[in-house]
């Protein structure tokens, strides 16, 4: 099966139960909602942009699967898009919201979650990510 998001032909890391990132993103395909959104970015999220406003929680809740580090690509309006770097494998689980648009992950910035979990909204949709993955992951 071919997926469309970044470094998805390499990311053969595995959790504990065998997962890669690749599964991770077939469970996250369903869990992803307009609630898990970014406030700013609901206006173009749909199910056809589920990766759209996700990319922060999605990066930190793979972060608590594989350990690694969350780095954030800067963005023209001041944030950071995030993504995953785990040893040598670097992906990013939401980059399909970018659509044709390349994205630089080279010297990219290392992110913090207590800056980021600073904000209650961004905490709060966290949270509610990481609870409907795990009912997800237990059908």
């Known amino acids: 099966m071919k997926y469309n998001f970044y470094g998805w ?19 996250l395909a369903d869990v992803w909602c307009e609630e898990t959104c970014a406030p700013a970015s609901r206006g173009v999220w749909s199910e056809e942009n589920k990766t759209a406003g996700q990319c922060s929680i999605t990066a930190f809740a793979i972060q608590d699967i594989y350990g690694g580090d969350v780095y954030g690509i800067p963005l023209e309006n001041g944030n950071f898009h995030c993504f995953n770097k ?3 494998c670097v992906f990013d689980l939401t980059s399909e919201q970018f659509g044709d648009q ?16 600073a904000n209650e909204d961004k905490k709060s949709r966290y949270e509610l990510l990481k609870k409907k993955l795990e009912e997800r992951m237990n059908k």
């Not at 390499?10 to 997962?19: E, H, Q, S, W």
């Open 102 to 117: 390349k994205l630089d992950y080279e010297n990219c910035y290392l992110q913090d979650r207590n800056v980021h979990f």
């Open 9 to 27: 032909q390499t990311a053969d890391i595995k959790d504990a139960d065998g997962r890669t990132p690749r599964d991770y993103y077939d469970l």
């Open 86 to 88: 785990v040893g040598g």
